[in-house]
């Protein structure tokens, strides 16, 4: 399947993946613990564009956030991140689970996950079946972790794959590449936003012409 085929409005969801203050705000949990989140900020230009152009050609945006509470903190997953940092990561009602920079509106899905991956009982599976949704086109953070697993999960539901590597961002350059890596090779496409972009306009430019004959 061609680019084209695989971004076409019709039947393609954006999925915008744990941009939330705990894992991208300098002043986050994430950041706290050390690490790099500077590349989200250098991404996220990228992905406010690709929201936006989005929008405009009629493309679902689901946004995906990740909440902790006890209920879902068992002990393995607890154990996670070797005792670091976990316990104040993306808490129910806290600022740090809040949505960085970007704000769904009211058109938008939310959906709210307690693993890595969006698929895991959580309703998205079921909006997109309601959505008709054959194609996903994913971005957010982190690219290695969250994002991919999303990815992963999404293919072996069949859903054509398109990972954005300009609106993607991990805690690491070599995460980030090593995903992207894994990705192209076993998951599915990986795109620019600007040539998903590219692909947006033909389509758009295509159904005019079509529509005037």
Avoid at 43 to 48: A, D
Avoid at 54 to 80: C, Y
Avoid at 163 to 183: G, M
Wanted: net charge negative; charged share 25%.
């Amino acid at each position: 399947m061609n680019l084209e085929d695989s971004v076409n409005p019709k039947d393609t969801a954006f999925l915008i993946i744990d941009m939330q203050n705990d894992y991208c705000h300098k002043e986050g949990s994430m950041a706290k613990q050390g690490l790099d989140v500077a590349s989200i900020a250098d991404m996220l230009p990228s992905l406010s564009d690709t929201i936006e152009k989005a929008r405009s050609h009629q493309v679902p945006i689901i946004f995906i956030r990740t909440i902790h509470e006890k209920s879902t903190d068992s002990k393995t997953w607890m154990n996670r991140m070797k005792g670091v940092g976990q316990h104040n990561l993306c808490r129910k009602g806290t600022w740090g689970s809040e949505f960085f920079k970007l704000s769904p509106m009211d058109e938008d899905t939310i959906i709210t996950k307690h693993r890595y991956s969006a698929f895991i009982n959580t309703k998205l599976d079921s909006v997109l079946h309601t959505l008709e949704i054959k194609n996903l086109l994913v971005a957010g953070v982190s690219t290695n972790v969250c994002v991919e697993s999303t990815a992963r999960d999404g293919f072996m539901l069949d859903y054509n794959i398109v990972f954005l590597s300009d609106c993607t961002a991990a805690f690491s350059e070599e995460a980030h590449q090593s995903a992207l890596a894994n990705i192209s090779q076993f998951f599915g496409t990986v795109a620019r936003s600007g040539q998903v972009l590219d692909c947006w306009e033909s389509i758009k430019i295509n159904d005019i012409s079509i529509a005037s004959k």
